[in-house]
């Protein structure tokens, strides 16, 4: 019963002492870098920018989706309604305009000069009458009260042809330059109500914003909705990347592009490649799920490698193994946020 007592004390007593020189010593320039992690992506809550019923969603959770694909709706009737009054407003408006823009027509303005003909005839007339009445007053032929008739029959045919000598100018010199200035404005003013009316009409259908994948419909055809309430969860398939820790006494080895290798459990004989993206500017604790208890005391930093995944293998959570070389040079540019490069569907290493 000695020796095997013996064994696993010999045996603990060489872990332990392999733990010891790794921890004191620091990681050759020349050995790969292997962290350890867990494959992260980014999700969004898609909802309506609208307070209505949905009419119907037309995905179902594990949908793959495209950019810009419709994925539900709303009722619209009301809205469509509210689109036709502003665009019946709009044409009322530029019609107004027009009419103003285009004066006055030629039949307007052979009226007013006809105005001003009878009405100067009328002039004659009662200036003719008003004369003869103060001849006949002078002679004693026609009363003070008919001679006050024909001077103010006078009078009145003097101001009528006024008034059509203005109505001619008017006709004449067309609408004034403020009318068609407000007009200009009421029609602006209504086309932008159109556009309002029709970004709301829009927004009784809901995209996809980006590639990816539907991983929850929230609310189903009757629901009423609200933009403070999601109707599905959009995971975005792009992109993907592996949450991992380092310590510090690798940071200075860690440079932003430097080409990975990741590996999962789930397809252990195929590889990905992939390049660090992010290196975090703060200092944390290993988070208690990736580290035993003795190391959760210690600082690490959070690196994010991008990982290609054309196949769409790599899923949200599942470990993976990052092995960098960490004495490689840069040999490509940095993610410009987390986008792969080009050339990221021909890059994975079967």
């Known amino acids: 019963m000695k020796k095997p007592i013996l064994g696993l004390l010999l045996?603990?007593?060489?872990?332990?002492?392999?733990?010891?020189?790794?921890?004191?010593?620091?990681?050759?320039?020349?050995?790969?870098?292997?962290?350890?992690?867990?494959?992260?992506?980014?999700?969004?809550d898609l909802a309506f920018n609208n307070n209505e019923h949905i009419h119907q969603v037309l995905v179902q959770e594990g949908d793959r989706v495209r950019k810009g694909q419709l994925l539900a709706t709303l009722h619209r009737s009301r809205r469509q309604a509210e689109v036709n009054a502003a665009a019946a407003r709009v044409k009322a408006r530029e019609a107004a305009l027009a009419r103003l823009l285009a004066g006055s027509r030629p039949e307007e303005i052979r009226q007013a000069t006809a105005n001003v003909a009878a009405a100067d005839a009328r002039l004659a007339d009662a200036r003719a009458t008003y004369e003869r009445t103060r001849d006949l007053s002078r002679r004693q032929a026609a009363s003070a009260q008919a001679l006050d008739d024909a001077q103010a029959?006078?009078?009145?045919?003097?101001?009528?042809?006024?008034?059509?000598?203005?109505a001619l100018a008017l006709a004449e010199e067309g609408p004034r330059a403020e009318d068609i200035e407000e007009a200009r404005a009421m029609l602006m003013a209504d086309k932008a109500?159109?556009?309002?009316?029709?970004?709301?009409?829009?927004?009784?259908e809901l995209h996809a914003p980006a590639d990816g994948v539907i991983r929850n419909r929230i609310l189903q055809p009757g629901d009423m909705v609200s933009p403070q309430t999601p109707v599905l969860t959009l995971a975005l398939t792009d992109p993907v990347w592996v949450r991992a820790y380092a310590p510090e006494t690798v940071l200075g080895k860690l440079v932003l592009g430097t080409s990975a290798v990741i590996t999962t459990d789930s397809f252990p004989?195929?590889?990905?490649?992939?390049?660090?993206g992010y290196v975090s500017p703060t200092a944390e604790f290993t988070p208690k799920n990736v580290e035993t208890t003795e190391l959760r005391t210690r600082l690490v930093y959070q690196v994010r490698v991008f990982v290609c995944n054309p196949q769409g293998e790599l899923r949200l959570?599942?470990?993976?193994?990052?092995?960098?070389?960490?004495?490689?040079?840069?040999?490509?540019?940095?993610?410009?946020?987390g986008q792969a490069p080009p050339d990221c569907a021909r890059s994975q290493v079967e």
């Open 11 to 44: 045996v603990a007593a060489l872990g332990a002492a392999a733990w010891w020189y790794f921890a004191e010593n620091p990681v050759d320039a020349s050995s790969d870098l292997v962290l350890y992690g867990n494959v992260d992506i980014r999700e969004t």
């Open 153 to 166: 029959a006078l009078n009145t045919a003097r101001a009528n042809l006024k008034v059509a000598e203005a």
């Open 193 to 204: 109500q159109l556009e309002l009316a029709e970004v709301v009409l829009a927004d009784t």
């Open 269 to 276: 004989d195929k590889q990905y490649t992939g390049w660090v």
């Open 317 to 337: 959570g599942m470990p993976a193994t990052v092995t960098i070389a960490i004495a490689q040079e840069q040999t490509q540019t940095p993610a410009q946020d």
